[in-house]
């Protein structure tokens, strides 16, 4: 059994609490084995003593015949230990990898389940870290890559916590033992076909053989790389400060690419990336992404569009703009009874309008004229272009029309770009 600190799990965990605002609960991500089941066993009295609310979440994979063997065991435990638990199931897609599929489902599973606010408590140790950073050095991922799991991160309303990132499994089978804690041994553990368990079998055994200390060193490494990320996003999100444009008339937020081209070319990869971070998008594969930069200097009106999974870049009149892809629109227009609560493809329209003449919502076709109150009559067409709002999104804006008068150009759910003179919408 390897040497450990008198309660030192359990000071790690009261640490934890220490950073979760009063009031929050503490989920533990159950999922049967030995690592996650002595986190849940020692949370209970630390928990308790803390007078906190504690509950447990097993996200049932349903990936091999002993998941169902997984839940019964979590249920039991829980039972034993008098812990609420939920169990969800999830449906995984393995397209693109089953290790990757099953992470991105349980994510989904945690953020649909837990409540906002709440704090998820996850088992991984140092061990776990090493294998991470190894895995990212052989993927040739860069500095975030090889910074592995942070210990705390927070991410759509919830915060996840590795109370334990800094300790060897060896001191967790130490502990379980230590309290005749039962577990249950996943099969898919011994799989050589799956890259982490190559490296758990047959490639970490011979280094911890030569270096017996690897996994403190690797996971030493990965929290410096952790550090200088932060560091590096701290300098990037200032400087992209001085790199935003003003806002147009929708709010899209844009950054002067012409500025961004000027700067070295690893320093536009480290400014994209963390926008995309800061706007919650995924970060384009390296081709992708100097594919992009490549396009920074093209002409105000060249059009450029790069697609990747998750996300889009656009850039138009020497702005770059990141965002969600894109739905493509279908063909469309109907009836309005000026009523609010209108359904269009872009969401209900949250805006009234009272008319003595039937109403109809609809795409705009070209050659709308809309007679502004102060302006007279202009050019639907012209004062997209005058607002400088970018072509795809002109796309997506929705005509008011009493026959063949445009009587308003809305943006749903309730914004009005212009109306026409004596026209009152009322949101």
């Known amino acids: ?18 950073e979760t605002p009063p009031g929050r609960s503490i989920w533990v991500a159950l999922s049967g084995g030995l690592d996650s089941a002595l986190l849940l066993t020692l949370a209970v009295s630390v928990c308790r003593q803390a007078n906190r609310p504690l509950r447990a979440i097993h996200i049932h994979h349903g990936l091999q015949a002993a998941a169902d063997d997984f839940e019964q065991y979590c249920q039991a435990l ?90 060897a499994r060896r001191c967790l089978e130490g502990r379980a033992h230590q309290i005749g804690l039962e577990w249950r041994e996943d099969p898919t553990n011994s799989d050589v076909t799956l890259d982490r368990n190559r490296l758990r079998h047959d490639v970490l055994p011979l280094l911890k053989a030569r270096w017996p200390e690897m996994a403190g060193a690797f996971s030493h490494s990965a929290k410096h790389a952790g550090e200088a990320d932060a560091l590096l996003s ?28 000027t700067r070295s070319r690893p320093r536009q990869r480290l400014l994209v990336r963390s926008w995309c971070q800061q706007r919650l998008l995924p970060t384009p594969p390296q081709r992708r992404l100097e594919t992009l930069l490549d396009q920074l200097t093209a002409a105000p009106d060249a059009g450029v569009h790069v697609t990747w999974p998750g996300a889009e870049a656009r850039v138009w009149q020497q ?73 795809w999104e002109r796309e997506r804006l929705v005509m008011v029309m009493a026959e063949d008068t445009c009587l308003g150009v809305v943006q749903p759910p309730a914004r009005v770009l212009w109306k026409a003179a004596n026209v009152r919408f009322v949101s």
């Open 319 to 391: 702005r770059l703009y990141l965002m969600a892809p894109l739905e493509p629109l279908p063909a469309w227009q109907c009836a309005w009874d000026g009523r609010a609560g209108q359904a269009t493809p872009l969401g209900a329209l949250e805006l009234s309008l009272k008319s003595e003449t039937p109403l109809t919502l609809r795409w705009r076709q070209g050659g709308e004229v809309i007679a502004l109150a102060e302006r007279g009559r202009r050019d639907v067409k012209r004062l997209l272009q005058e607002a400088q709002i970018p072509p």
């Open 78 to 167: 829980c039972k034993q230990l008098g812990v609420p638990l939920s169990v969800v199931r999830v449906t995984v897609d393995a397209a693109g990898g089953i290790e990757a599929a099953a992470r991105q489902a349980r994510y989904a599973a945690f953020h649909e389940h837990v409540p906002s606010g709440g704090t998820v408590w996850l088992a991984q140790h140092q061990d776990d870290q090493a294998e991470t950073f190894l895995l990212a050095a052989l993927r040739g991922s860069g500095i975030r890559g090889l910074a592995g799991m942070p210990h705390c991160r927070h991410a759509h309303g919830l915060t996840f916590v590795r109370p334990w990132l800094s300790i």
């Open 234 to 261: 701290e300098y990037a999100q200032a400087e992209l400060e001085t790199l935003r444009t003003d806002a147009n008339s929708t709010d899209l937020e844009s950054i002067d690419a012409l500025a961004l081209a």
């Open 1 to 18: 059994m390897a040497p450990q600190l008198p309660n030192q799990l359990e000071r790690l965990l009261n640490d934890a609490l220490v």
